[in-house]
């Protein structure tokens, strides 16, 4: 089974500059998770989706940050303007049906973000 | 809110037995689950309980207490291999995602 594929594995932008991550989760799982990882913190949810709907942003900076995924399965997660705190590892995830009983979520390589 | 506390830095000897604390506080409780990751890799799960006791999957035990808002992992016949962040993180009802504590770096010394 192929896991959650991301891309790129690897960005050095400037501050102010715009970025953008991709993501492909594993087939058939409906729920899809961007976090992000700060070196040496446990990581964050930005935003929740279940299938193509929003589940939870409530932690996702508006102001510059955005994700959208587009029929239910590839999701891109946007920054623009970047700020150098952004520093950090972009996982996404995806789970089977949302995370009820003990289904886990799986992890992809991560994005690792360097601001400038 | 949610809160996770666990310790940051753990150091243990191969072939020995450690135990990795994790205490929480969340408004809304679905389940603790245990990942493993590596350094520059991405976090695997490990475990899951969502009920008070032990659950033992090889070389690895997870044990929970809701009332004391409480688990442990616990990891016996330490390999090399075993050195990594462990990830302590509670399901929350509603939109059922997950929240994570800082982690505990082990290192696994000879």
């Known amino acids: 089974e192929a896991g959650v594929a991301q891309s790129p594995r690897y960005k050095i932008i400037e501050k102010r500059q715009s970025v953008a991550f991709w993501c492909n989760p594993i087939s058939g799982h409906a729920t899809l998770y961007w976090y992000q990882q700060i070196l040496g913190q446990g990581p964050k949810l930005l935003i929740q989706?279940?299938?193509?709907?929003?589940?939870?942003d409530s932690q996702l900076p508006k102001d510059r940050f955005s994700a959208e995924r587009l029929k239910g399965v590839d999701s891109t997660l946007k920054i623009q303007p970047a700020k150098l705190e952004d520093s950090a590892v972009y996982l996404c995830?995806?789970?089977?049906?949302?995370?009820?009983?003990?289904?886990?979520?799986?992890f992809g390589q991560g994005t690792r973000l360097t601001v400038v | 809110g949610q809160n996770i506390d666990q310790p940051t830095e753990m150091t243990a000897t191969e072939g020995a037995i450690v135990q990795i604390n994790c205490t929480y506080q969340?408004?809304?409780?679905?389940?603790l689950f245990w990942y493993q990751q590596h350094a520059g890799e991405a976090p695997t799960f490990l475990s899951y309980?969502?009920?008070?006791g032990l659950e033992e999957k090889g070389r690895f035990s997870s044990f929970l207490s809701r009332s004391k808002g409480y688990s442990y992992l616990l990891l016996k016949e330490l390999q090399m291999k075993d050195s990594a962040s462990y990830l302590c993180?509670?399901?929350?009802?509603?939109?059922?995602?997950?929240?994570f504590g800082t982690g505990t770096r082990l290192t696994v010394i000879p």
């Open positions: 989706f279940q299938n193509n709907g929003v589940v939870d």
């Open positions: 993180a509670v399901r929350r009802t509603g939109a059922n995602n997950l929240f």
């Open positions: 995830a995806s789970s089977l049906d949302g995370g009820a009983g003990n289904t886990e979520a799986f």
């Open positions: 309980n969502v009920l008070d």
């Open positions: 969340t408004s809304g409780f679905n389940g």
